[in-house]
């Protein structure tokens, strides 16, 4: 009984009472506050002691991706999977050759294997051509998640759900409807991208590191987007103190930040090693449970919408859901693209949605 007694002690409290209660966040049929060890606790061991990511969809932006978490060695395997097989083969390939400078072990696999990785990356869809919005995409995008998530199920219960591929917010909710998985493990991209297009303006503005910038853009990721210019620091001194920041046009700040994408899209087509860095800094963070605080589109319950907030990421997915400071006219911005959203979702409500 005292080595039982004994043994019990060694293992962490964490894993004993489980993970902490997820607090404030979503609160859906599918949600639950899981009160057991999840069974990847068991598979696996602990965050990131063995873990596979699958990236569907391997064209620029999914490829790109794949070779940024080989790079970072962020995991085991990287599983790559799309409609077209001899591409997944041949990107699968030329990472070989990648790995061969890294721990990380590709294979290109079936969507039923890809349901079974602890990360699923969905970037499979098409993408915005010039002069085309991301709201565009809607119709051929939704068309394409539907049949991915199908094809993979059953979805590993504990799989955290990645959304990349645009328009992400909206995308996010339809896979939040069709995958099964708690609403706190599907969560996309959101602002993330966007929010770090401007720390990188900012810090050539104040001459500081970009990473002791903190400047979220929040709401859509796409035109309505806004800088929450009230929440915005540099070591907890408001940014909107500094006067290089004051006498900025906000507006003109805003219109760069969002247009980003399509300057790029104008001058290549397309745009992808941005958002495949932030996408396997993403994985990193729930891989190894690190609990950044990044702004993602996630449901917002009091405003029945997703859309990027400040969310804490990790193993589990999203634990929390961070408000803003209560600015009227921030406030407004997410009401707005609050009712946008709905609008938009209307069309492609699930039949069997229960709430
Ligand atoms: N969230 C962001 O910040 C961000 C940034 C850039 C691009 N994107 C989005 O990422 C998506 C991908 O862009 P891209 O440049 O890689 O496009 P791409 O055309 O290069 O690649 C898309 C891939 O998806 C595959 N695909 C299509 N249907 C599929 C299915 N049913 N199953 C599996 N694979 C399928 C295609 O074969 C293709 O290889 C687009 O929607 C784009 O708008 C998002």
Redesign the pocket.
Same mark, same amino acid.
């Given at each position: 009984m005292s080595f039982l007694r004994n043994l019990v002690s060694t293992i962490p409290r964490f894993a004993r009472v489980g993970p902490p209660t997820i607090q404030r966040c979503l609160r859906t049929p599918f949600a639950y506050q899981r009160s057991v060890l999840p069974s990847k606790f068991y598979h696996h061991g602990s965050p990131g002691a063995h873990s596979r990511i699958a990236v +569907?969809?391997?064209?620029?932006?999914?490829a790109s991706i794949a070779y940024a978490l080989v790079l970072k060695d962020v995991a085991n395997e990287i599983l790559l999977?799309?409609?077209?097989r001899s591409?997944a083969k041949g990107q699968r390939l030329d990472l070989d050759d990648a790995s061969l400078f890294s721990a990380t072990h590709v294979k290109d696999v079936t969507?039923q294997e890809a349901g079974k990785a602890d990360v699923i990356v969905i970037?499979?869809?098409?993408?915005?051509k010039e002069n085309e919005s991301?709201a565009d995409?809607i119709d051929r995008?939704y068309q394409?998640l539907e049949?991915?998530i199908s094809a993979m199920q059953p979805i590993q219960k504990d799989a955290i759900m990645l959304l990349?591929?645009?328009p +992400?917010d909206v995308l996010t909710y339809f896979a939040q409807e069709l995958s099964g998985l708690p609403r706190n493990q599907v969560i996309?991209?959101g602002t993330y991208?966007d929010s770090s297009r401007l720390r990188g303006f900012l810090s050539e503005v104040l001459e500081v590191n970009n990473e002791s910038i903190h400047s979220p853009v929040l709401g859509e990721?796409g035109d309505s987007q806004f800088i929450s210019w009230n929440t915005a620091n540099i070591a907890g001194q408001p940014i909107l103190s500094f006067p290089r920041v004051a006498n900025l046009d906000k507006e003109l700040v805003r219109e760069k930040i969002a247009g980003k994408?399509m300057d790029i899209i104008k001058l290549k087509g397309?745009?992808?090693f941005g958002?495949a860095t932030?996408t396997a800094s993403l994985c990193e963070t729930i891989i190894k449970n690190r609990r950044d605080i990044r702004p993602l589109s996630v449901y917002v319950d009091r405003l029945g919408a997703v859309m990027s907030m400040p969310a804490k990421l990790g193993w589990y997915g999203v634990e929390e859901i961070y408000e803003l400071n209560g600015d009227p006219g921030e406030e407004q911005k997410l009401v707005d693209i609050a009712q946008e959203f709905k609008k938009t979702c209307k069309k492609y409500e699930h039949p069997n949605r229960t709430e």
């Open positions: +569907v969809g391997t064209g620029n932006v999914g999977v799309d409609a077209n591409l969507l970037t499979a869809g098409a993408r915005q991301r995409l995008n394409v049949s991915i990349v591929a645009n +992400v996309g991209s991208l990721h994408a397309s745009t992808y958002i932030c």
